[in-house]
């Protein structure tokens, strides 16, 4: 069995004018193909926008509601959680499960507070 072969180091202060305009293509290309990608997922977002509210409103099942709202309020940061949780269809368990996970954070950070404060005694 051979050895795979290790790439050269490229030595970009030793490049031509040639290769340099080359490795810029490259670059533009690469660029390029990454807004249209963010602009492809742009427009995705916006369809999914767009129809939300009338998924809502066509759905029967309580629980698949109450999970997606779940879902959304747990993977979301907390300013953006509590803006999904002011939707009008959010179910009142969901806001509630938010609640609970807001003073939850509170008392953790309560208790670092305290922690660092009988920290700071301890080393003094």
């Known amino acids: 069995m051979t ?3 290790k790439r050269p180091i490229i030595d970009r ?3 031509s004018e040639r290769q340099k305009k080359a490795e810029a293509r490259i670059d533009e290309m690469r660029d390029k193909l990454a807004i249209d990608a963010r602009a492809e997922e742009l ?3 916006n369809a999914m926008r767009d129809t939300f509210n009338d998924a809502l409103w066509q759905c029967d099942d309580d629980r698949l509601i109450h999970d997606m709202f779940s879902l959304l309020c747990r ?3 907390m300013s953006d959680a509590r803006l999904i949780a002011g939707h009008p269809d959010c179910p009142e368990a969901v806001r509630d499960e938010l609640n ?3 003073e939850e954070g509170r008392r953790e950070k ?3 507070s305290k922690k660092t404060e009988a ?5 003094a």
């Not at 920290?119 to 080393?123: G, L, N, Y």
């Open 3 to 5: 050895k795979p072969k």
């Open 110 to 112: 309560k208790d670092r």
């Open 119 to 123: 920290d700071s005694k301890a080393d």
């Open 13 to 15: 202060r030793r490049q």
């Open 75 to 77: 993977v979301a940061k």
């Open 43 to 45: 427009k995705t977002l």
């Open 100 to 102: 609970a996970r807001v």
